[in-house]
């Protein structure tokens, strides 16, 4: 079986844990860096080999893939589960392959000093790379991009077509993020031979392929390989502190300019690390905090290197948002206000695609959280794609950045090859999206089993390494134990609590709701004196069941679920309540049960993006919450449709009384 095969490749990886090399910053174009799209049809092969290791006892690699055998045309971004009728493929669990042949541009390859990367946005969950038979890279851990330097391999023959060919495995096993055991049937009464299933303990369905757009991008042979950004606030001065690793072995020059949206410069910099100050700094604001939310600056940093054959610059920008982050007593403050999460819980999720990247649907989804006055979301269970995260700077919606480390449930996903496996891939994620003004907490796992006393160690360990990792946000894990058995809330900045009363107990119960809430919330606080966030609560619908009086699966049970729910919000919300998340923002697929209707339908939108009575419901809390802290006349503006400074008409905020940020 495959879990083998990849545990052996993996070994190699794991012993380098806690080693990250080099920077991942975005691709973008600039006067020095050119990129090359790889998204569409890729060939691709599932191996339906016993062992599943028929592609690498043959060197599929080797040679062009349909040379091996037949073929399936498979689109790059999406999952390859639900591409086709054939249900094996659905739930193929081992190793699929996937190739492209691609024409490097003459410009690239005919430049020594030109530098080609190969960049894969997600693999889930092990991947193999090789580019023209010649292994070029591999990576553990889906939902977070890889990259490896082909130039020499796509240069060697100018003009002519370049193979690439991706090996990818979704086995997961207790030590990867999320686990999963494979169990094997060895009854011959009731299975066939060589029969296995993969097991999870997390409720969405385990997608697999390419997910992420697939990218060739050039940068010079000295180029910025990475950038630190920092921001503080002095006053009405905004300070971005900056630290700039560049691979170069030469001598040279760093130069960096701060823009405001006007294209006027507002600071200048020099050299590695320094500070730049901004007078009557424009601050990131979340959405409905502020009438100019999520303003952000352009940092372009300039590398000059003198070699001997000549000049070579690189050029780099990076969006900059101006702002702060503390948790102070029970309060969460973003630039030094009260912060109350009114948000959702959401998936990479959609029909056909499954967790592919897709701008139609991210582009929806934001129109939709900016229609229901939602200000934040959680990445439940992973980190969701780099695209994602900059609509978030852009439109300024807030976000808990959670990694994979959802169901870890077995006492062995707890010990030092998981805690090393965890680390890293907290490693991976700060890289990732540590200059994004939007992220403004860390979220080490999802509902793990905190009562464990291994729980202890592994949890202090995490956080204490994430928070040296980033010393600018707070650090939690999201948890359904007794408050009294949880072994890992000591370490947390805020407590993160789901919960699902009168759902999954005192079913049809709709009057316990608010008691037990209460009961819950009192609890936790007394407990750690900690800031709480209702990460998750809710109750499945299916579209158009109605029932009066309410019962379960109806629309109208969903909206008393919430609304008693909010009974309770509203009790603790002016104390130390910071914030609620609904689970869930859409219904999404999951692995079949008799407990599941194809899928897990606590969604206020269908899979398809339409609302049911709960999203309506939602929707005028919202708002009204958001009018709490805004002036009227601005919330009744519908920002949603676009993000826009108010005019001067529209703005009612000045003035003695008006809104000031």
Same mark, same amino acid.
């Given at each position: 079986?495959?879990?083998?095969?990849?545990?052996?490749?993996?070994?190699?990886?794991?012993?380098?844990?806690?080693?990250? #090399? @080099? *920077?991942? &910053?975005?691709?973008?174009?600039?006067? %020095? /860096?050119?990129?090359?799209?790889?998204? +569409?049809?890729?060939?691709?092969?599932?191996?339906?080999?016993?062992?599943?290791?028929?592609?690498?006892?043959?060197?599929?690699?080797?040679?062009?893939?349909?040379?091996?055998?037949?073929?399936?045309?498979?689109?790059?971004?999406?999952?390859?589960?639900?591409?086709?009728?054939?249900?094996?493929?659905?739930?193929?669990?081992?190793?699929?392959?996937?190739?492209?042949?691609?024409?490097?541009?003459?410009?690239?390859?005919?430049?020594?000093?030109?530098?080609?990367?190969?960049?894969?946005?997600?693999?889930?969950?092990?991947?193999?790379?090789?580019?023209?038979?010649?292994?070029?890279?591999?990576? #553990? @851990? *889906?939902? &977070?991009?890889?990259?490896?330097?082909? %130039? /020499?391999?796509?240069?060697?023959?100018? +003009?002519?077509?370049?193979?690439?060919?991706?090996?990818?495995?979704?086995?997961?096993?207790?030590?990867?993020?999320?686990?999963?055991?494979?169990?094997?049937?060895?009854?011959?009464?009731?299975?066939?031979?060589?029969?296995?299933?993969?097991?999870?303990?997390?409720?969405?369905?385990?997608?697999?392929?390419?997910?992420?757009?697939?990218?060739?991008?050039?940068?010079?042979?000295?180029?910025?390989?990475?950038?630190?950004?920092?921001?503080?606030?002095?006053?009405?001065?905004?300070?971005?502190?900056?630290?700039?690793?560049?691979?170069?072995?030469?001598?040279?020059?760093?130069?960096?300019?701060?823009?405001?949206?006007?294209?006027?410069?507002?600071?200048?910099?020099?050299?590695?690390?320094?500070?730049?100050?901004?007078?009557?700094?424009?601050?990131?604001?979340?959405?409905?905090?502020?009438?100019?939310?999520?303003?952000?600056?352009?940092?372009?940093?300039?590398?000059?290197?003198?070699?001997?054959?000549?000049?070579?610059?690189?050029?780099?920008?990076?969006?900059?948002?101006?702002?702060?982050?503390?948790?102070?007593?029970?309060?969460?403050?973003?630039?030094?206000?009260?912060?109350?999460?009114?948000?959702?819980?959401?998936?990479?999720?959609?029909?056909?695609?499954?967790?592919?990247?897709?701008?139609?649907?991210?582009?929806?989804?934001?129109?939709?959280?900016?229609?229901?006055?939602?200000?934040?979301?959680?990445?439940?269970?992973?980190?969701?794609?780099?695209?994602?995260?900059?609509?978030?700077?852009?439109?300024?919606?807030?976000?808990?950045?959670?990694?994979?480390?959802?169901?870890?449930?077995?006492?062995?996903?707890?010990?030092?090859?998981?805690?090393?496996?965890?680390?890293?891939?907290?490693?991976?994620?700060?890289?990732?999206?540590?200059?994004?003004?939007?992220?403004?907490?860390?979220?080490?796992?999802?509902?793990?089993?905190?009562?464990?006393?291994?729980?202890?160690?592994?949890?202090?360990?995490?956080?204490?390494?994430?928070?040296?990792?980033?010393?600018?946000?707070?650090?939690?894990?999201?948890?359904?134990?007794?408050?009294?058995?949880?072994?890992?809330?000591?370490?947390?900045?805020?407590?993160?609590?789901?919960?699902?009363?009168?759902?999954?107990?005192?079913?049809?119960?709709?009057?316990?709701?608010?008691?037990?809430?209460?009961?819950?919330?009192?609890?936790?606080?007394?407990?750690?004196?900690?800031?709480?966030?209702?990460?998750?609560?809710?109750?499945?619908?299916?579209?158009?069941?109605?029932?009066?009086?309410?019962?379960?699966?109806?629309?109208?049970?969903?909206?008393?679920?919430?609304?008693?729910?909010?009974?309770?919000?509203?009790?603790?919300?002016?104390?130390?309540?910071?914030?609620?998340?609904?689970?869930?923002?859409?219904?999404?697929?999951?692995?079949?049960?008799?407990?599941?209707?194809?899928?897990?339908?606590?969604?206020?939108?269908?899979?398809?993006?339409?609302?049911?009575?709960?999203?309506?419901?939602?929707?005028?809390?919202?708002?009204?919450?958001?009018?709490?802290?805004?002036?009227?006349?601005?919330?009744?503006?519908?920002?949603?449709?676009?993000?826009?400074?108010?005019?001067?008409?529209?703005?009612?905020?000045?003035?003695?009384?008006?809104?000031?940020?």
């Amino acid at each position: 079986m495959a879990p083998g095969l990849w545990l052996g490749w993996a070994g190699a990886l794991w012993a380098g844990a806690l080693a990250l #090399e @080099g *920077g991942m &910053l975005y691709p973008r174009e600039s006067p %020095s /860096r050119e990129r090359k799209d790889l998204s +569409g049809l890729w060939d691709f092969r599932a191996d339906f080999s016993e062992d599943r290791n028929q592609g690498f006892r043959e060197r599929w690699y080797q040679k062009p893939l349909r040379e091996s055998g037949p073929v399936l045309d498979m689109p790059v971004p999406a999952s390859f589960n639900d591409m086709g009728q054939d249900y094996k493929l659905r739930s193929f669990i081992g190793w699929v392959w996937y190739e492209r042949q691609v024409v490097v541009p003459q410009s690239w390859a005919q430049n020594p000093g030109t530098r080609v990367m190969l960049r894969i946005g997600s693999a889930h969950y092990y991947a193999i790379v090789w580019v023209n038979g010649v292994h070029v890279a591999e990576h #553990e @851990g *889906g939902h &977070l991009p890889f990259e490896a330097d082909v %130039s /020499r391999l796509v240069q060697s023959n100018p +003009g002519e077509l370049s193979r690439i060919t991706v090996a990818i495995n979704n086995t997961l096993t207790p030590h990867t993020l999320p686990p999963g055991i494979i169990e094997h049937k060895t009854d011959s009464s009731r299975y066939p031979k060589n029969y296995f299933v993969q097991s999870t303990n997390f409720d969405f369905f385990n997608y697999a392929g390419l997910h992420r757009p697939v990218l060739l991008y050039t940068t010079p042979s000295f180029y910025i390989d990475d950038i630190t950004i920092t921001t503080e606030v002095d006053g009405s001065t905004g300070l971005v502190n900056y630290e700039v690793a560049v691979s170069s072995s030469e001598y040279f020059e760093l130069e960096l300019l701060l823009w405001d949206k006007a294209g006027t410069v507002v600071a200048k910099g020099a050299g590695t690390q320094g500070q730049l100050k901004v007078p009557n700094a424009q601050l990131w604001w979340p959405y409905l905090m502020h009438e100019q939310p999520a303003y952000l600056y352009s940092l372009e940093v300039t590398l000059t290197v003198q070699t001997g054959a000549g000049i070579v610059s690189d050029v780099y920008t990076l969006p900059v948002g101006i702002r702060t982050v503390q948790v102070v007593n029970s309060r969460f403050l973003i630039n030094g206000k009260p912060f109350y999460f009114h948000g959702v819980n959401k998936h990479e999720d959609a029909d056909v695609r499954g967790k592919g990247f897709d701008w139609a649907l991210v582009m929806k989804d934001f129109n939709l959280l900016r229609w229901l006055g939602a200000n934040s979301f959680r990445t439940s269970h992973y980190p969701y794609a780099e695209e994602v995260m900059q609509l978030c700077d852009r439109y300024g919606i807030v976000v808990i950045d959670e990694c994979p480390g959802v169901g870890i449930i077995l006492p062995e996903s707890f010990g030092n090859i998981s805690l090393n496996h965890h680390l890293e891939v907290m490693e991976e994620l700060v890289r990732r999206d540590k200059n994004h003004p939007s992220v403004v907490m860390w979220s080490v796992a999802n509902e793990p089993v905190s009562s464990l006393k291994s729980a202890a160690y592994y949890f202090k360990t995490l956080i204490t390494h994430t928070k040296a990792l980033d010393p600018t946000r707070p650090v939690t894990f999201v948890s359904n134990a007794k408050p009294e058995l949880d072994l890992g809330a000591p370490y947390v900045d805020v407590i993160c609590i789901n919960s699902y009363y009168s759902w999954y107990h005192d079913f049809g119960h709709l009057e316990v709701i608010r008691l037990q809430a209460n009961t819950n919330f009192e609890i936790w606080y007394k407990l750690y004196q900690k800031p709480i966030i209702q990460t998750e609560y809710g109750a499945d619908s299916i579209p158009g069941f109605h029932q009066d009086p309410p019962l379960m699966f109806s629309e109208e049970y969903h909206k008393s679920v919430l609304q008693q729910y909010h009974l309770a919000l509203d009790q603790k919300r002016k104390d130390y309540v910071i914030g609620e998340l609904i689970w869930n923002f859409a219904d999404f697929m999951t692995d079949q049960s008799p407990l599941r209707v194809v899928g897990n339908k606590k969604g206020i939108f269908t899979r398809q993006r339409q609302p049911k009575e709960a999203a309506f419901l939602l929707k005028e809390r919202y708002w009204r919450i958001a009018n709490e802290t805004m002036h009227p006349c601005l919330a009744a503006i519908p920002q949603y449709l676009e993000n826009q400074p108010l005019t001067k008409e529209q703005n009612c905020l000045s003035g003695p009384k008006g809104f000031l940020p």
